[in-house]
């Protein structure tokens, strides 16, 4: 499974409670979808450990397994970005990460500023929905 | 001088005050009626999820929980309670309401005094004690905003104004639990 893109598979957000609040799967993952998901999951446990030692947003790669890699990014509120990728791309420097994570921490801002989200409940989202569109098409 | 915020503000206001005029309305009369004036502020105290204040500083919750999310997210992390507080008085306050605080001050063991010798939600009551009380209701947002930028950033903290003298205000910030 060698896509030609940033090998992008799974963006997900979460809250500061290890509240599911968003994910979104790029056309790749549609075949594993519960496998990413998991991958995921099972690295926010690493994420918190790394989370609380952190200097900056930005953590890097927080967890790798033979088919995927996790990212991640938790934001000074304590909202984690997690995205995992295919364990044989290659093409992404930590620059370009930072880049994404900001990317999604923008869209994740213009989505909860909607007056009718209930803090805490899952999102629905266009921009959120857009933003990781753009990603996976990267 | 008022910035448009301040003239939302006051309809805010006043309408939080229509709304519970509303819904003391609707208390039920049976309750209240034959009581004495000790019970009866008890009862309205009971049913106090439904005044004025309560309402905007549940408006000034949410207000403050996105903005610190979206403040936050072009700075640095923060992550120490002392980082919180100097976020909250320096970025957060300039933004919110247009100037850095004057004082901050703390006894180390979780109460925090923020000095601010020129409120602007205030700058339209004349300066001197005259007003204070009229005042009360018109900091309850701003104490919503502080309350819940702080606990987008993990903090529980209770916020409350103090005025003697307007348009000064201290609030003091008890922090409870820190959520980690």
Known sequence: MINPGNGALCISIVGKENARLWSGLSDDASRVVCEVELFAHVSLDIVDERATKATENYLGQVYSDHLYKCFAYVSSTGVKFVLVTDSKSQGLRDSEMRAIFKKLHHAYCNAISNPFYVVGQPIKSKHLTEAAKQIFAQ | ?180
Not at chain 2, 64 to 83: K, M, Q, V
Not at chain 2, 99 to 117: A, C, F, M, P, W
Not at chain 2, 156 to 174: E, R
């Open chain 2, 1 to 180: 001088m008022s910035l448009p915020f301040d003239l939302l503000h006051m309809e805010m206001v006043r309408y939080g005050k229509e709304k519970e005029a509303v819904a003391r309305a609707d208390y039920p009369k049976e309750v209240l009626e034959g009581l004495d004036k000790a019970t009866s502020s008890l009862v309205y105290k009971a049913l106090a999820s439904r005044n004025a204040e309560t309402n905007l500083e549940s408006i000034g919750l949410r207000t403050g929980f996105l903005l610190a999310e979206r403040l936050c997210r072009d700075l640095p992390r923060i992550s120490t309670e002392l980082e919180i507080m100097k976020f909250i008085c320096k970025e957060f306050w300039i933004s919110v309401f247009g100037k850095q605080v004057d004082n901050l001050r703390t006894n180390h063991q979780g109460v925090y005094v923020v000095q601010d010798n020129r409120f602007p939600c205030l700058t339209s009551f004349s300066d001197g004690t005259q007003y204070v009380k009229d005042a009360a209701i018109y900091l309850c947002f701003p104490c919503g905003v502080v309350r819940g930028a702080l606990q987008a950033l993990g903090i529980q903290a209770l916020v409350t104004p103090t005025t003697d003298q307007l348009p000064s205000v201290k609030f003091h910030i008890h922090i409870k639990t820190k959520l980690t």
